[in-house]
Every structure is written in structure tokens, then in C-alpha cells.
């Protein structure tokens, strides 16, 4: 005669269960899309606001991918390198992304441009200006906080409240710094720094997991009906 297995105790089928159902719940899609692409670029205007020139992307916005370090050769309107670098920390309940456009020494290095005094330098990244693309997202962000920065003078650090313009699925954003009616050149302003944070999202089940829910408790029921049987 065959021998048959002996049922697994109650508790040690519990144990299984919730084991298997650790097993499949996966992490929700967050974070930004690896590889994606996104525009960003630096303006400079007059005192009023009604000039504007691009300082950093000279002919337009750049096109960045997220999650590499790009140096654009002779994109500065005075034909400087412009470095973009664009990166992703995960911690244990938020997520920040976080993108810094930089050249050697300084995006203007005139104090005019057609003959207008620059006074204000303007980062966009994404639709800012209604006409970019932003960093895409695998899933809208929620509790999202913006901060950012300018480095001049050669390692001085002003703070920036950045305007939001995200929506959806993508961050954009516009942060600037303005030198009242004074040429924003002898600053030397060479670095902007815009961060991202928002909460991860909370784990989700994958859908084969309601399989093995409906698979675990009916193993508990048969447990339970064969101890009824052999009492």
C-alpha cells in the first residue's frame, strides 16, 4: 500500500502562505524611465524680462538622457562645454531625481548680448517654456518637493526655489536667479542643481498572487476538514 503524506500542521500552512504571497508582491513602478530623454537649457535676459537668449543649448534646448553624465561640446553661447548630468537615489520611503547642468567656469562670460545688459539666467527643464519634454516617470509621484541651487564665483552656493510645472507622469520645472539691473556675467555663474523628491509607491501584489490566495486557504480548509475527518 502507497504511503500518503501526512498533511502539513495548521500553523506550518500559514507559514507557507504568507511565505508565497511574500514572494510575488513586487514593488510598484517608480522612478524615472532609464534611458529616457528630456530637454533642458539655460536663458538669459534683461532686466524687464522681455529679452530673452539662450545661454546653454546657444541655438535651443539640449537633449538629455536620464541616468548618464552628457557633455555638449561648444553649446554654451560663448561656445563652452555644457555637462548635464542626471541621476536617481532610492531611500527607504522617498525617491529623488536629481539633474545638474554645469560648465568650467561660466554660462555668459559678456555682459551683453545684441547689444542688451544680461541680468537674469533662467534654467527650463522639460515644458517650462511649453515647448520641451520633461523626465518621464513610471508612475505620477505623489508628496513631490523641489529644491535646487546655483554654484558661482568659483564654489559659492545660492539656494533656488524652483517653480513647478510637472504633471502627470513627467517632471518639469524652471528655477532662475536675477543680478537686479546689473550684468549677471561678473557672478560667474557656472552651475544649476534641481532635485525632485516623492514618496515611493506602496508595494503591490503582482496578479498571480490572488491565485495563490485563493489556493492557500483552500489548503487550509482541506487541513482542517481532514482533522475533523480522523477525530
Known amino acids: 500500500m502507497a504511503n500518503l503524506a ?68 561648444g ?16 531611500g527607504a520611503t522617498t525617491t529623488t531625481d536629481t539633474v545638474i547642468i554645469s560648465t568650467p567656469t561660466n554660462f555668459l562670460t559678456v555682459n551683453k548680448i545684441d547689444g542688451t545688459t544680461i541680468s537674469d539666467l533662467q534654467l527650463d527643464l522639460g515644458d ?15 508628496s513631490l518637493t523641489e529644491s535646487g541651487y546655483l554654484l558661482y564665483n568659483g564654489g559659492t ?17 524652471v528655477e532662475g536667479v536675477s543680478y537686479g539691473s546689473s550684468a549677471i ?11 525632485f523628491t516623492y514618496a515611493n509607491p506602496t508595494p503591490v501584489p503582482e496578479p498571480s498572487s490572488l491565485a495563490v490566495l485563493g489556493a492557500g486557504f483552500l489548503g487550509l480548509l482541506t487541513v482542517a476538514q481532514r482533522r475533523r475527518l480522523t477525530r
Open 6 to 73: 501526512r498533511p502539513l500542521p495548521l500553523a506550518a500552512s500559514i507559514a507557507v502562505l504568507l511565505t508565497s504571497l511574500t514572494s510575488v508582491a513586487t514593488p510598484a513602478m517608480a522612478g524615472a524611465v532609464p534611458g529616457s530623454t528630456f530637454d533642458i537649457d539655460i536663458t538669459g535676459y534683461n532686466s524687464a524680462g522681455t529679452t530673452g537668449y539662450y545661454v546653454a543649448g546657444a541655438t535651443g534646448p539640449l537633449q538629455a538622457t536620464f541616468g548618464s553624465t552628457q557633455v555638449f561640446t
Open 75 to 90: 553649446a554654451g553661447i560663448d561656445g563652452q562645454n555644457i555637462t548635464v548630468s542626471s541621476s536617481e537615489s532610492v
Open 128 to 142: 517650462a517654456n511649453a515647448d520641451g519634454v520633461g523626465i518621464s516617470l513610471n508612475s505620477a509621484p505623489t
Open 157 to 173: 552656493t545660492f539656494t533656488l526655489a524652483p517653480g513647478d510645472d510637472s504633471s502627470g507622469t513627467t517632471l518639469a520645472a
Open 185 to 195: 556675467s561678473s557672478l560667474k555663474v557656472n552651475e544649476f542643481e534641481l532635485s
